[in-house]
């Protein structure tokens, strides 16, 4: 069985990443998933955003937890990557949720913290799903931060998790079978077949990123899903 083709931060190869563009852009390719980036601003405000700071992604300055959402409106998040896409606002996660569900897309969340508490953060995602009427199947919620994973577990219990590394490590496979995780997603470069034949015995899936030449998985044995920024060179074969 072929793998989920998951849209990295929705099509990030040819659009602004995280942004309602680049969303919009993966649900015309007819993607049944997309990865996006969420954390926490100053006044708590969960926004689609990778980097704790703004100044890659958009033309201003600060970091995402000390500015507050109203401020971080006052800022471009798509000039950057093509001025086709000048006066791209930020994306709040309740805009996100709302738009997956209008256009049935599931949507892996990596929830990202720097100076909030992980308890705190996984309170406000469990809000924010709650208030979406967010169905469990269609959200797979994952996190470098093990404390992070251990805090989602705890407060939104009823939706699957993903334990996010660069290399499978011991404490990785300690972590899953402590939050009876849903996946290992594992950076494509550094996986074995012997790991992903090991984690798919013990019941987990295996999600890799981020691939974007569709031979650079051959040596690989059927993995479950993998994230790209060009999701349509893996569609289209």
Not at 36 to 43: K, R, Y
Not at 144 to 159: D, G, N, T, W
Request: net charge negative; hydrophobic share 40%.
């Amino acid at each position: 069985m072929a793998p989920i083709i998951v849209g990295h931060r929705g099509v990030a190869g040819c659009y602004p990443e995280n942004t309602r563009v680049s969303i919009e852009a993966a649900i015309r390719q007819g993607l049944l998933w997309v990865e996006v980036d969420i954390q926490p601003t100053q006044d708590d405000i969960l926004v689609v955003a990778h980097d704790h700071s703004i100044e890659r992604c958009s033309n201003g300055h600060g970091r995402i937890d000390t500015l507050t959402l109203e401020q971080l409106r006052q800022f471009d998040f798509g000039a950057w990557f093509s001025p086709q896409f000048d006066n791209e606002p930020i994306m709040t996660l309740q805009e996100l949720l709302a738009l997956a569900k209008q256009h049935n897309l599931h949507l892996n969340l990596e929830v990202k913290i720097d100076h909030h508490d992980a308890s705190h953060v996984a309170q406000l995602v469990q809000q924010e799903l709650q208030r979406c009427n967010v169905h469990q199947d269609t959200v797979l919620l994952s996190s470098f931060s093990h404390e992070v994973i251990r805090a989602l577990h705890q407060f939104c219990p009823k939706y699957k998790l993903a334990v996010l590394s660069e290399r499978l490590r011991s404490q990785d496979i300690d972590l899953l079978k402590e939050v009876q995780a849903f996946s290992c997603n594992l950076n494509f470069r550094w996986v074995n077949r012997e790991q992903i034949n090991r984690l798919h015995q013990d019941g987990y899936q295996v999600w890799c990123y981020t691939v974007n030449n569709p031979r650079k998985l051959k040596h690989l044995p059927t993995l479950d899903a993998i994230f790209s920024d060009f999701p349509q060179r893996f569609t289209s074969i």
